[in-house]
């Protein structure tokens, strides 16, 4: 299995801050990876593809990039409705696996 | 806009079956654009892939849970379905449908999972 090890588990920030989210994977999975953004009780929200790509209708603020098995996921200006927790996700292979999550919390 | 909607009983024995319907609308599950998912999440923790499948009956598994599931579709109605064979408690968990895309049509590789149901909590208890 191809391993997802996020960090941190838990971040506190607040409105307007940047903030970075690292996932790494325990083999190289190339650009294979998602972001997901899930809110209490909701189901996960896709916000990034293929390490970087935007999906449709997510805000410019979020951004994703990859540095070897390193993936990280910013938000340039953290706004109220960022609160959430976030995981990543690798699709190289066809186990596919998620991280453990990344909680983000209001400072 | 696809949605797509989660159905099933909330409540399963140990030992039973569980079985969980998605109902597709707003777009097509025959499309070899796509593979159809589950992915659950045990409360208060993260997500584990289930199993996906393809309309012409191609399908992948966690392999820790193979040998126990089931998954089909039926394009006439829009719907799949998940069959999870002697479940424990350790198979409570809010079970999500998901839509899984491919990078081109057939393609035997599906990746990330673009539109998700809104979840079924399950819970497995006598």
């Known amino acids: 299995d191809i391993q997802m090890t996020q960090s941190p588990s838990t971040l506190s920030a607040s409105i307007g801050d940047r903030v970075t989210i690292t996932c790494r994977a325990s083999?190289?999975?190339?650009?294979?990876l998602a972001w997901y953004q899930q809110k209490p009780g909701k189901a996960p929200k896709l916000l990034i593809y293929k390490a970087s790509t935007l999906q449709s209708g997510v805000p410019s603020r979020f951004s994703g990039s990859r540095s070897g098995t390193e993936f990280t996921l910013t938000i340039s200006s953290l706004q109220p409705d960022d609160f959430a927790t976030y995981y990543c996700?690798?699709?190289?292979?066809?186990?596919?696996?998620f991280g453990q999550g990344t909680k983000l919390e209001i400072k | 806009q696809l949605q797509l909607q989660e159905s099933g009983p909330g409540l399963v024995k140990p030992s039973e079956t569980l079985s969980l319907t998605c109902t597709v609308s707003?777009?097509?599950?025959?499309?070899?654009?796509?593979?159809w998912a589950w992915i659950r999440q045990p409360p208060g923790k993260g997500l584990e892939w289930i199993a996906s499948r393809y309309s012409t009956g191609s399908s992948f598994f966690n392999p820790s849970l193979k040998s126990r599931v089931t998954i089909s579709i039926d394009t006439s109605k829009n719907q799949f379905s998940l069959k999870l064979s002697s479940v424990t408690a350790a198979d409570t968990a809010t079970y999500y449908c998901a839509r899984q895309q491919l990078l081109w049509f057939g393609d035997p590789d599906p990746d990330y999972f673009d539109y998700w149901g809104q979840g079924a909590l399950i819970t497995v208890s006598s």
């Open positions: 083999q190289s999975i190339s650009s294979w």
């Open positions: 996700q690798q699709y190289s292979s066809s186990l596919y696996t």
């Open positions: 707003g777009g097509g599950i025959r499309s070899g654009y796509y593979y």
